[in-house]
């Protein structure tokens, strides 16, 4: 990849520009070194820090699955969107959000169709 590091490192699950930048940071990482400049050992260094120090890719997605399964357990609100489908944090659902609101026999007739 010939991107500089520090917008190529967003491209792992979980690792936005903030932490990019303050991973680029702590290794003093410029920011205009590209990624095909970083010697092999730099960049096995930068991973295992990544992997120690944040949760990213399989770990970050099986935290949100359970914070949601939690949410859904507990009978909260939030869970209930969730089980059903609709936003969650307050949109209307009036007029937008259509494709939330297709209810599951809807989602059958199209798959029949």
């Known amino acids: 990849m010939n991107k500089a590091v520090k917008f190529a ?3 792992i699950y ?3 520009r903030r932490k990019a930048a303050e991973i680029c940071a702590v290794f003093g990482i410029g920011d205009d070194v590209k990624m095909n400049s970083v010697p092999d050992e730099l960049f096995n260094r930068m991973m295992n820090y990544i ?4 949760l990213v890719e399989k770990e970050l997605a099986l935290s949100v699955q359970m914070d949601i399964k939690r949410l ?7 869970g209930y ?3 059903v489908g609709l936003p ?3 949109q ?7 494709s939330a609101r297709i209810t599951e026999l809807e989602k059958l007739k199209k798959i029949l169709r």
Do not use: Q
């Open 51 to 54: 992997h120690e120090n944040h």
């Open 14 to 16: 979980g690792v936005g």
């Open 81 to 83: 969107r969730h089980t």
């Open 92 to 98: 209307r659902t009036h007029t937008n959000a259509m």
């Open 9 to 11: 490192l967003p491209r």
């Open 72 to 78: 859904i357990s507990i009978g909260s609100y939030r």
């Open 88 to 90: 969650l944090r307050g």
